[in-house]
């Protein structure tokens, strides 16, 4: 069960990320028209973004007190845009996984609490046989014993 489980899993995830594409791009078109959805939404990740990419470049490069200029406001805003709606998508497709791997975790509890029931409900019964079991043994105990009291008939 759980190897048929990823197929579905990895269409719900392309599902969901292909209804997340208009909400991310009606994100970017929003930061295009506001003012401060643009400042103080995309903005401020495109800058950090840029900065910590530039940064590891010119390390890997060996550039190490190389000063970094900030992207300029349309490109920082393109940036910006990007990474949120690319954060909105990543969040809507692990918030799905969550779900599913909660709802796995809850199917497997399920049948595991139905096994511990069946294993006690088999344990009471074994329980029960046992019990019978051993009173038809003191029974049969008993009438072998009436029988050896029995008198034997004499044989003539």
Same mark, same amino acid.
Request: net charge positive; aromatic share 6%.
């Given at each position: 069960?759980?190897?048929?489980?990823?197929?579905?899993?990895?269409?719900?995830? !392309?599902?969901?990320?292909?209804?997340?594409?208009?909400?991310?791009? &009606?994100?970017? $078109?929003?930061? #295009? %028209?506001? @003012?401060?959805?643009?400042?103080?939404?995309?903005?401020?990740?495109?800058?950090?973004?840029?900065?910590?990419?530039?940064?590891?470049?010119?390390?890997?490069?060996?550039?190490?007190?190389?000063?970094?200029?900030?992207?300029?406001?349309?490109?920082?805003?393109?940036?910006?845009?990007?990474?949120?709606?690319?954060?909105?998508?990543? !969040?809507?497709?692990?918030?799905?996984?969550?779900?599913?791997?909660? &709802?796995?975790? $809850?199917?497997? #509890? %399920?049948? @595991?609490?139905?096994?511990?029931?069946?294993?006690?409900?088999?344990?009471?019964?074994?329980?029960?046989?046992?019990?019978?079991?051993?009173?038809?043994?003191?029974?049969?105990?008993?009438?072998?014993?009436?029988?050896?009291?029995?008198?034997?008939?004499?044989?003539?």
């Amino acid at each position: 069960m759980v190897v048929g489980a990823f197929p579905i899993a990895k269409l719900l995830y !392309l599902g969901v990320r292909q209804l997340s594409k208009p909400v991310a791009n &009606r994100i970017k $078109a929003g930061a #295009r %028209r506001s @003012e401060f959805f643009k400042n103080y939404i995309c903005l401020p990740p495109a800058q950090l973004y840029h900065w910590i990419e530039m940064r590891t470049k010119m390390r890997i490069m060996g550039f190490k007190g190389a000063t970094i200029k900030p992207l300029n406001e349309e490109a920082a805003a393109e940036l910006g845009a990007e990474l949120v709606g690319e954060a909105i998508i990543f !969040l809507i497709g692990g918030g799905c996984m969550v779900l599913e791997y909660s &709802r796995q975790a $809850a199917n497997s #509890r %399920r049948k @595991e609490e139905e096994l511990n029931e069946t294993i006690k409900d088999l344990q009471t019964q074994i329980a029960e046989l046992s019990l019978t079991t051993e009173t038809l043994d003191a029974q049969l105990r008993e009438v072998n014993r009436l029988l050896l009291s029995l008198p034997t008939p004499s044989t003539k």
